[in-house]
């Protein structure tokens, strides 16, 4: 492990040097990176300061001992071995999963698409559920929401709603909801009392940046009309929505929640670019296997992730068979414990893959 944790200091050391370079400083895209490297190389080196100090106890009380000239030393010398051996495995696991190399994209902020799926009505009502769930969450973290479009349910909630995250590793945490979430209630609009199954779709995408996709606006056609429901009357009378047309792919983006048409451009060109780079991200990963994203976070809009069984007070995600009776913390914003689960989870699957057994 010490070599390893060298290894990692050669190249904070580097970073470190660079990111005060003139030239590196003049290019935004290479400056933006070294920095993200330096922050997380630093987390690595504080941690083998820390492994190195613990070592050298252990080397000194061990040294103490085998004198044994000094009772009361050896002694200290043995309350202090102790100590630093039951400190050991921990920290060894923690530099473990530090070791383990990060996906670009964790650090990148998100945006998140939450769509009504079968159930008519009650999945429409889920959907907001999800979207509130998600934006009590994302406050409690400190990550800024801000929505893109949405779509109005005939009975409440959304048939679809987009919206930006804007924060510190935010993809790293909410690609984990990505995915189908089922929920079996008793409706609303049910008279009989019997509990019905309800679905939405979850897509996670790492925001693009202008550097990370350059977007080629002779192919995308800029469509601008006077928005539609709820928003004032300055917003339903001037042409500030924007709908894209992406024409190679026949994808459409609108947004239509700013009173500026720049500014509606602006976020819809953000998701459009989202949505292109994630579909380019999944073809080089099924171009090599390897690379290809765990089955606790796969991505896969299809895969039934999680339920929420409100007679039974019970969520159940299915990808680790994780079962907690706490759902109205839950649906409340509490989904810290299930994703810490699934971190957990990926990265001892990322350790055994990598045979890294240290």
């Known amino acids: 492990m010490l070599e390893k944790l060298q290894i990692v200091k ?31 190389l630093k987390q690595i080196v504080d941690k083998g300061e820390a492994y ?7 080397a000194e009380a061990e040294e103490i001992i085998a004198d ?29 999963f530090l070791l383990i190399p990060k996906d670009p994209d964790d650090a990148k902020n998100v945006v998140v698409e939450v769509r009504a799926g079968t159930g008519g009505d009650e999945a429409s009502i889920f959907a907001g559920d999800l979207y509130r769930m998600y934006s009590k ?6 990550w800024s929401t801000s929505v893109v479009s949405m779509n109005e349910g005939t009975s409440g909630g959304f048939k679809e709603i987009i919206f930006e995250v804007t924060g510190e590793d935010v ?53 601008r009309t006077t928005s539609t429901g709820p928003g004032g009357q300055s917003v339903n009378t001037t042409y500030s929505a924007i709908k894209l047309h992406h024409e190679p792919t026949g994808m459409i983006v609108s947004c239509q929640d700013q009173k500026s048409s720049h500014k509606n451009l602006e976020k819809a060109l953000k998701v459009l670019r989202s949505r292109l780079y994630e579909e380019e991200m999944r ?20 895969a039934k992730i999680r339920t929420y069984n409100y007679p039974q007070g019970r969520v159940t995600d299915h990808r680790i068979g994780l079962t907690l009776y706490d759902l109205q913390n839950i649906i409340n914003g509490d989904i810290q414990k299930i994703i810490d689960e699934l971190m957990l989870a990926e990265n001892t699957e990322l350790l055994k893959a990598s045979g890294d057994i240290i």
């Open 10 to 40: 050669q190249r904070f050391d580097e970073v470190n040097d660079l990111i005060i370079q003139p030239d590196i400083i003049a290019d935004q895209k290479r400056y933006i990176q070294l920095n993200k490297e330096y922050k997380d």
């Open 52 to 58: 190195k100090t613990l070592m050298d106890n252990i």
């Open 68 to 96: 044994g000239s000094d009772a009361e030393m050896v002694e200290m010398a043995k309350m202090q071995l102790d100590e630093a051996k039951e400190a050991l495995p921990n920290l060894e696991e923690e530099i473990r």
């Open 137 to 142: 969450y994302c406050s409690d973290k400190g």
């Open 171 to 223: 993809y790293g945490t909410m690609k984990f909801e990505a995915g189908v979430h089922r929920v079996q209630r008793v409706p609303q609009t049910e008279t009989q009392g019997r509990v019905h199954t309800s679905a939405a779709t979850v897509i996670v995408l790492p925001e693009a940046e202008e550097f990370d996709f350059e977007l080629d606006m002779t192919e995308v056609r800029i469509e």
């Open 283 to 302: 073809k080089r990963q099924e171009a090599d296997s390897e690379k290809r994203k765990s089955m606790v976070s796969s991505g896969d809009r299809s």
